[in-house]
Every structure is written in structure tokens, then in C-alpha cells.
């Protein structure tokens, strides 16, 4: 008898139950996605779903609010067979999903986007100043300050990721999927979403909830389910579990992000110095006479809260942005007018926070992805050389542990820690000096967070790589790092080694410290 067998019976006797998957499977050829899961949904409540990358979690999802069909089982709505054709088919039976990966038009403003497809019709056309005034109110109950007619494109990803969620609320859907919906966001609007769910659910709207952030998790779920290998290993009532069940269930026993790597460090290879960055009203500084030095085989976390400087700090380095004054030395030569073509070539590569706008090409292959940036390194002339690149993308593949099914898989195939390997594969086979990683482990799960972070203290030890990673949890920085810098609203706040504790790099950070 299997695990899904012996739990189904306890989860119908808990609360009503308005949506369920029985023994729901899909293949992608020979690629199980999933095998055979039972899920259970229940009215009012919050159901949390646990697994790493590519254990199924999303490809649930999505059958679930209509985007595919399962390959066999079904979907039962109110206990009746229910077969959705498309999302718009779920959404007017009152599921809605909210996507991790953004699924808006950035050239439209807030309130196009709120009301896209659904907009607000009279006689005479749509009215947009009823969408304002709804957009306005959305905004004022997500506690997000935004004009309704701001262009989406030129909003920060935390304030992109409300308008997601604020385009889900105004569907007024029964059934809300949140498939990592605070990735982006900062604490305090994290503080504002849980206050959202807590109304939500106290007005019978049941939620699934998906997070890598288990610890945040725990604070809203009722019942958490965990998913490997596309099948469920594990389901328990909030009383039950604790982070190391999930853990456990999740990864197996005895877990950890690595430690720093025994590297011999050389002479500084990255140099900031007195550096300044402006914010975007031009007015404030939001890198502030910063300096910072990192030897050749060091790895050094960034730690701060949103707001603090990180992203501006790296960007500035990598060249996307530009500095007020200071300088960016790179084996003491300064690189400051390079552009960021050049510094790559130089030797000083960034992975960025956003990998699917800033990382890959989702047309491409894994392969073209992985070789994109290296392309100087088999160019002759005007023609690639193939087998150049085929070596190029295979040794990537075999470096960073890809699971894919090759070099020519579609990128947007793989799973999200998947795709993150990818980026980072991608700037490792330029052969770089400095590699900069801005939030390295956004929403990939606890097993591809620790491959990735061993990846970068292996090639660090045996490369020399200089290795600057920014993380917004704690418990990253006390994995591969030799030091751990805290910002705090552009300046750098305080400097640890790797004996530090979490308590002393929040309070650092301005954070208060939940006990």
C-alpha cells in the first residue's frame, strides 16, 4: 500500500475538501513528471507544498489551474470530474494561479495589467477609470504605494511580484495557487501578504502555497505536503511538523549548504573603492562611499534586507549600472569605463537576480544558453565551430550537474534550480577571475540551493575564483563563506567570519530577530 493510499482517508476528515488531483500523472516522453499524486485542497485553508526543484510541485500546479492536461487520473471540483481546457477555463471556475516566474506585460502599466483579459466594459468601451479606482484599491490593500498608470517595466521585481498578486485577487477566485510568491519580496511585504492569506481564508478562499522559504511557510500553512520525485512522500497537519520534517522529507537525513572551501587565497582580484551609487529619484545615494576588497579563491557572502544596496552595488560592478564616483578595480587595474562586455572579457562576470529576464534566451536550447556567453572561445571569423561548442556545453553540463535531457532540450524544460545552473554554467565557461552572483538561490529549492553552493566553493578552490554572492536568508551565509559582509542601507554595516551567528548578522542587517 502506498503512502498516498493511507493518507487520503485522514485528509477528508479534517475540513471540507474543494479541490483534489486523483492519482494525477504526467509524462513528457519518457520524463515522469509526476506518478500518480493525490492532493487534497480544503476550503479556508492554507496547503503547503514542499519538494526540491523538478520533484513536480509546479507541473501540479499548472494541471491544476488549467494551463496542461494530465497525461492520466483527474481533477475533482467539489467532488464532480472537472476537465479545464486553458486557464481562462479555470479561472471562470474560481482557480487562479500566481506564477513565480512573472507572467506580465512590462510594457503596460499596473492597472492594463491587473485587468488584461478581463477588463471592465460599458457601452461605450472600457471603463478605465473604474479599473483605476479598483487598481487603487488593490494597491491600498497590499499596502504597496503604486500609481495604477506606472509602466510595469520600470517597477523593482518585489513591487512586479504585487501586481501579480493583486491581478490574482481582483479575479476574486476561490481557489488562489501561490507558487513562490515572495521570492522577491521584502519582509515587510511578506508581513503584508500573510495578512492578505489571513483574510483570504478567514473568507472561505482555500490557498496552495509554494515556497522554498520553509521557515515562512510554517508560519501560515494547515496542512503541509511534500513532494519528491513526483510522488507524495508525506503529508502531515501543521501540529505535526517542523522544519527538520520537511527537510527530512524533502532531501533525506543529514543536510547542509557545504562550508567554506580550503582555498589558497590570493592577491585581491576584486576591488571596490569609494564607491557611490545614485538612486533612481537621482537625489539619494543608495551605495554609499562603499569599500570592499576580495582575494582570489575568497568567498564572500553580501547580506542585507531589500533596500540595502546589494543588487545596485554588483550591477555597478558587472557595468549595468552606473556609478556616481568611486572605482572597480580588477587586479588593481581600474575598469570603471569598460563596458560589460568588456569586463566579462576582462574576466568579471555577474549572474543576475532575474535569471529568466536577465539570464537566458527562453527560445534557446539548454546548449545555446550554456555557450552564449563563450562564444568568442570557438568563433572563427564569422562561423562557430561546432565541435568547440559541443565540448563547451557538454563540459558545462557535466560542471554545474544539469539534469537535462541534453544540450538541445528547451530551456524553459527544465526546473527552475535547473535553469540556475544553467546561468551560472553559462558565465563559468568564460573562464572569469570574479563571479558575482545576486541572490544565486531565488526560488530553487534546499538540494539545488546546496548543489549550486558547492559548485561555486569547488571552483573557487580549484580555480582561484573569486566568488561575491548576495543572499537575503541567513542561513546562506553561514554555508560557503569565508566573510560575511551586512549592508545596511548602502554602507556596509559589519563584517563577520564564518564562526558568526544568525542573531548577530540580523541584528547587523537591521532586522529584528524573532525568537
Known sequence: MTVQQNINPTLATKSEVVMSARHVAKHYGPIKALKGVNFDIHRGQVTTLFGENGAGKSTLMKILSGIIAPTSGEILLDGEPVHFHGANHALAHGVSIIHQELALAPNLNVRDNIFMGREIRTARGIDFAEEERVTRALMKELEEDLDPLTPVEELRLGQQQIVEIARALQAKSRILIMDEPTSALSASE????????????????????????????????????????????????RAEIDLEWIVRNMVGENFDLGSPPDSKMGNPALSIENLCVPDTSGHGLVVNHLNLSVRAGEVVCIYGLMGAGRTEMMECAAGRVAAQSGAIKLHGQDISHLSIAQRINAGLVLVPEDRQRDGLVQTMTVGQNLSLASIAAFTR???????????????????????????????????????????????????????????????????????????????????????????????????????????????????????????????????????
Open 381 to 515: 571569423g564569422l562561423f562557430t565551430s561546432r565541435k568547440d561548442e559541443r565540448r563547451v556545453i557538454d563540459d558545462s553540463i557535466r560542471e554545474v550537474t544539469v539534469k537535462t535531457d541534453g544540450g538541445g532540450a528547451m530551456i524553459g524544460s527544465l526546473s527552475g534550480g535547473n535553469q540556475q545552473k544553467v546561468v551560472i554554467g553559462k558565465m563559468l565557461a568564460t573562464r572569469p577571475d570574479v563571479i558575482l552572483l545576486d541572490e544565486p538561490s531565488r526560488g530553487i529549492d534546499i538540494g539545488a540551493k546546496a548543489e549550486v553552493f558547492k559548485l561555486l566553493a569547488k571552483t573557487a578552490e580549484t580555480r582561484g575564483l573569486a566568488v561575491v554572492y548576495s543572499t537575503s536568508e541567513v542561513s546562506e551565509c553561514l554555508s560557503i563563506a569565508h566573510r560575511i559582509i551586512v549592508m545596511n542601507r548602502g554602507r556596509i554595516a559589519a563584517e563577520f567570519d564564518h564562526t558568526v551567528t544568525k542573531e548577530q548578522i540580523m541584528a547587523a542587517s537591521g532586522e529584528a530577530v524573532h525568537h
Open 190 to 237: 511578506v508581513e503584508v501578504l500573510f495578512k492578505v492569506i489571513n483574510d483570504l481564508t478567514a473568507k472561505g478562499v482555500s490557498i496552495v502555497y509554494i515556497s522554498h522559504h520553509l521557515e515562512e511557510a510554517l508560519e501560515i500553512t494547515d496542512h503541509a505536503v511534500v513532494l519528491r520525485d513526483g510522488e507524495m512522500t508525506a503529508w502531515a497537519p
